[in-house]
């Protein structure tokens, strides 16, 4: 069993969000212990660039120390930049944490992005698309593409 955590910016806001999360957080349940870690998302008073960065430089403080506290867990950042992984090579991820160290956690910006230095502690870089998806529907489409992966894992026709 592999533990997985979602460390996210900000609290599942839409209801249609976060019915579609919990229902392939239940289904990923049957492979994983899944755990989902909410960060405070930093409310900017104006939408300039500087305000923008200010929030991302304190939400990545936040996440800085729970990531540097995690010890020796494969660390992913969502991040637009990121490497572009198929179902099937997020399956072989992991499989390959699974058998390394049993712990992967992903982490999800607020609406402006992760900071440099919380990409840094993270030892993979992973793009969801080069489209851009609000943070609250990224934590969705992980949730359905871990429980696709698990299923390739697992020889289960939901791939299919």
Known sequence: MLNIEI?????????WFSDGFE??????SAFDKVTVT?????????????????????E?????????????????ALCVEGRQ????????LLEKT???TSRIVFVIGGSAGL???VKKECTVRMSMSRMTFPHQMARMIL???????????SGMRYHK
């Open 38 to 58: 909410e960060i405070t998302e930093y409310r900017i008073s104006d939408d300039t660039d500087s305000a923008r960065a200010e929030a991302v430089k304190r």
């Open 60 to 76: 990545g403080e936040v996440l800085l120390k729970r990531l540097r506290d995690d010890g020796r867990s494969v660390k992913v």
């Open 7 to 15: 460390m996210c910016v900000g609290k599942m806001s839409q209801r």
């Open 98 to 100: 699974r058998q390394e």
């Open 143 to 153: 949730a359905e593409q871990l429980y696709r992966a698990e299923s390739i894992n």
């Open 23 to 28: 229902e392939y957080r239940k289904r990923l």
């Open 85 to 92: 992984y198929s179902s099937e090579e997020l399956a072989l």
């Open 115 to 117: 900071s440099e230095e």
